[in-house]
């Protein structure tokens, strides 16, 4: 916003048409990724200058590719407001934004959706984009003109990224979690104090939160033997044929095999198993695991732990070239046991909302029929 003021916004529309129009092909794309070079190569006169601005006085961290999303921010709210000449002015409301005042963050933080993203969350003791995007969809086709499933999507994931800079939101891995900040900040913005739902899911989600840790206690517990018997019955709940365990020796380090379908193709997969939680799994135990392959006539891996998984576990696993790993740590089996009700029981719980809306539409309907009557 500092950089565009004083600019002529038909200077920026100009920009943005002049980039987009060099979008190349699949076969021949076009490269963003290094502003120094290709503003000089690809832009000219103004529109180099303006972008050169942009990118130098940002300190390297705007590509003025992606500016567009800006532009439509500062546009929808005023941010920047042209004068009679066109040019771009700091507004009032510009210059709260810029000043963090608290009034005007959150009123553009409510017009984005950000305070109900929050409010979503705060009912989740961990949640994945796909646990959130139901209720952020039904949200936006309340409150915005967003139809589409790739704009709920697209909407979510940048949001989110949006909380997790500001600190509203900790994410680790693909899971996200409401901080302590984020918490304080959207029962703030409730205009009645806590919203009841709220409440309630909340201590849902605390006890599942429990239940969850329960489970990790038992499994830490279980004899190795029983923990891969687990592993198997899992396995056969997400779809995979001719799940057998092992003998306890001379299984060259794979503790169940298995074979699942691919399209056409039936593909034999082994599974070692790590029941232990406490130390990570080292690169030694991928390239043990890979090495039993052809034993099995398998030609592909997987390695299941209940606790985490090395760095250079990770690289090996995703060595080029060499036979597929996947890699599943404590948090993921966690996840696929519940997902799938292996060692959980899954209780219903009902939450009753009035339908206003519903009821409004019925009553518009019924008028209508009576208005029909009488006309005739």
């Known amino acids: 916003m500092q950089t565009l003021e004083g600019v002529a916004k038909s200077d920026v529309t100009h920009l943005i048409q002049s980039i987009w129009q060099q979008t190349g092909t699949p076969q021949n794309p076009v490269d963003w990724s290094e502003p120094d070079k290709w503003i000089a190569e690809r832009l000219s006169g103004e529109n180099a200058a303006l972008a050169a601005k942009i990118w130098q006085q940002s300190g390297h961290v705007v590509n003025p590719r992606h500016i567009y999303g800006t532009y439509l921010f500062i546009n929808t709210y005023d941010l920047l407001v042209p004068d009679a000449q066109g040019i771009y002015r700091l507004s009032e409301r510009g210059k709260g934004f810029l000043d963090e005042d608290p009034a005007t963050v959150q009123a553009l933080d409510e017009t984005e959706g950000l305070l109900k993203l929050l409010n979503i969350l705060a009912t989740k003791t961990q949640a994945k984009r796909g646990d959130l995007l139901p209720e952020w969809a039904e949200y936006l086709q309340e409150h915005s003109k967003f139809t589409t499933p790739s704009t709920f999507k697209d909407t979510l994931s940048r949001r989110l990224a949006n909380l997790v800079e500001r600190g509203l939101v900790a994410r680790e891995g693909n899971r996200y979690t409401i901080t302590e900040v984020g918490l304080e900040y ?35 517990a279980m004899q190795p033997y029983h923990f891969e018997h687990l592993i198997g019955d899992l396995m056969e709940a997400m779809g995979y044929e001719d799940v057998t365990v092992t003998k306890q020796s001379g299984d060259k380090g794979v503790d169940v095999v298995a074979t699942v379908q691919f399209g056409i193709t039936t593909v034999r997969e082994v599974v070692q198993v790590k029941r232990h939680s406490k130390a990570s799994i080292p690169r030694q135990t991928i390239d043990q695991l890979r090495g039993s392959l052809p034993y099995h006539q398998a030609i592909r891996g997987t390695l299941i732990t209940l606790g985490k998984i090395s760095k250079g576990a990770t690289e090996a696993a995703l060595f080029p070239g060499a036979a597929p790993i996947t890699l599943i740590d404590g948090e993921r089996l966690l996840d696929l046991l519940i997902e799938h009700g292996i060692g959980i029981k899954k ?30």
């Open 186 to 220: 959207a029962e703030k913005s409730l205009p009645e104090g806590e919203d009841p739902r709220l409440s309630v899911l909340r201590a849902v989600n605390e006890h599942n939160a429990r239940q969850r840790e329960a489970l990790r206690e038992l499994l830490a």
């Open 347 to 376: 209780r219903p719980v009902e939450l009753w909302e009035v339908d206003a809306a519903a009821l409004e539409k019925e009553i518009e309907a019924e008028m209508a029929d009576k208005e029909v009557v009488t006309d005739g």
